[in-house]
Nanobody, 127 residues
Framework: QVQFVESGGGLVQSGGSLRLSCAAS????????IAWFRQSPGKEREGVSC???????????DSVKGRFTVSRDNADTANTAVSLQMIKLEPEDATVYYC?????????????????WGQGTHVTVST
């Protein structure tokens, strides 16, 4: 059973940078990819970025293209880790960020179908 632990959230000034980490245990290639999502109060959960575990191909939401970069931190499949480097942060980026898995990256926009959600890490952007 795969489990995720997100970390790296915190307070940053508008225009600043932050690096989030998603540490996995029990992961396998059967899960296809690891994706980052975010959800603000009163809004639907949004797919932010995704990395395929088989070939490290990536997908990004239009709102973060050019500012966010997802990468895989190690080659150990079972205990892999994925990072989300965020630059030029905007107040609209402030929310809770989650990891999830279970689908290919082309399904990033269908958050409800993803599974094994982590507990999330909170990002705050001050103006």
């Amino acid at each position: 059973q795969v489990q995720f632990v997100e970390s790296g959230g915190g307070l940053v000034q508008s225009g600043g940078s932050l690096r989030l980490s998603c540490a996995a245990s029990g992961f396998s290639l059967d899960y296809y990819a690891i994706a980052w999502f975010r959800q603000s109060p009163g809004k639907e959960r949004e797919g932010v970025s995704c990395i395929s575990i088989s070939d490290s191909s990536t997908v990004y939401a239009d709102s973060v293209k050019g500012r966010f970069t997802v990468s895989r931190d190690n080659a150990d499949t079972a205990n892999t880790a994925v990072s989300l480097q965020m630059i030029k942060l905007e107040p609209e980026d402030a929310t809770v960020y989650y990891c999830a898995t279970g689908l290919p990256c082309k399904a990033l926009d269908r958050w409800i179908l993803w599974s094994h959600w982590g507990q999330g890490t909170h990002v705050t952007v001050s103006t």
